[in-house]
């Protein structure tokens, strides 16, 4: 009986020192995953957001091209010769048919989270079976089963 209580001690302290490093080692794994996950998701945003940005200053530049095309003396004056107006006694108060100003660029951040480990979970896992060894759950020769 003595000496089995010694076997189960020593067993009892190596769980627990396992249990310790098994979540320090896990932790850090976890840790460094994330990180991972975390850049890359970054890198995929900002390529995102660039992306988005030049397609939508694109956008713009050709929206203000076809406005001022729309608003030139010549395409306001053949617009009112369409409409049945003499366009040299409207055209000195000046023309109310231009178009109206062009919107700007408003990109919207594309914000995108990376996956994450549930380190909470993993450890509790730890935990619970290192409690649970450490409560008489430990098999040794010395013990009946």
């Known amino acids: ?25 896990g932790g850090l794994a976890i840790s460094r995953s994330n990180r991972k996950a975390q850049k890359e998701q970054n890198k995929a945003d900002r390529e995102f957001t660039e992306y988005m940005y030049n397609m939508e200053r694109q956008d713009a530049q050709k929206d203000w091209e076809r406005q001022n095309a729309y608003n030139s003396p010549e395409e306001q004056m053949n617009r009112l010769r369409q409409a049945g107006l003499n366009p040299n006694l409207v055209y000195g108060k000046g023309a109310d048919n231009t178009a109206m100003a062009i919107r700007s660029v408003n990109h919207q951040k594309f914000n995108q989270e990376a ?19 450490s409560n008489g759950a430990v098999f040794s020769p010395f013990t009946s089963v």
């Open 115 to 133: 996956p994450k480990s549930d380190s909470n979970a993993i450890m509790h896992a730890i935990d619970s079976a290192g409690s649970q060894l």
């Open 1 to 25: 009986m003595i000496a089995s209580t010694f076997l189960v001690l020593p067993a009892l302290a190596i769980v627990g020192i396992a249990t310790a490093v098994a979540s320090l080692v």
